[in-house]
């Protein structure tokens, strides 16, 4: 089994920052991707930025400049610093990792539970 654990979610102020971690655990063979996807009400789920195993990166164009994805494969955690925060990114934020167990030959999407980020003055 594999799981994935979000944190750092929260209110913020217009302008603000925040860190959202997110810690993978359980039967781990190799963490391919990881990546940080948000669902704001009534709106599809989107993604916000990710980092492949060798460090390539992808941003969603509302968020570069602003948000930073980083990953430490050491310790399993994926990270997501944003910057200059605004209302339009509030949304509930998950952990997504492509994820080859000890039990299989092919790589899996996994999921967090989400963390609730709410940009409001």
């Known amino acids: 089994q594999v799981q994935l654990v979000e944190s750092g979610g929260g209110l913020v102020q217009p302008g603000g920052s925040l860190r959202l971690s997110c810690g993978v655990s359980?039967?781990?063979?190799?963490?391919?991707?990881v990546g940080w996807y948000r669902q704001a009400p009534g709106k599809q789920r989107e993604l916000v930025a990710s980092?492949?195993?060798?460090?390539?990166?992808n941003y969603a164009d509302s968020v570069k400049g602003r948000f930073l994805i980083s990953r430490d494969n050491a310790k399993n955690t994926v990270s997501l610093q944003m910057n200059s925060l605004k209302p339009e990114d509030t949304a509930v934020y998950y952990c997504?990792?492509?994820?080859?167990?000890?039990?299989?030959?092919?790589?899996?999407?996994?999921w967090g539970q989400g963390t609730q980020v709410t940009v409001s003055s």
């Open positions: 997504n990792a492509q994820i080859r167990t000890t039990l299989s030959r092919n790589p899996n999407d996994y």
């Open positions: 359980g039967n781990i063979f190799r963490i391919y991707a």
């Open positions: 980092i492949a195993r060798g460090g390539d990166l």
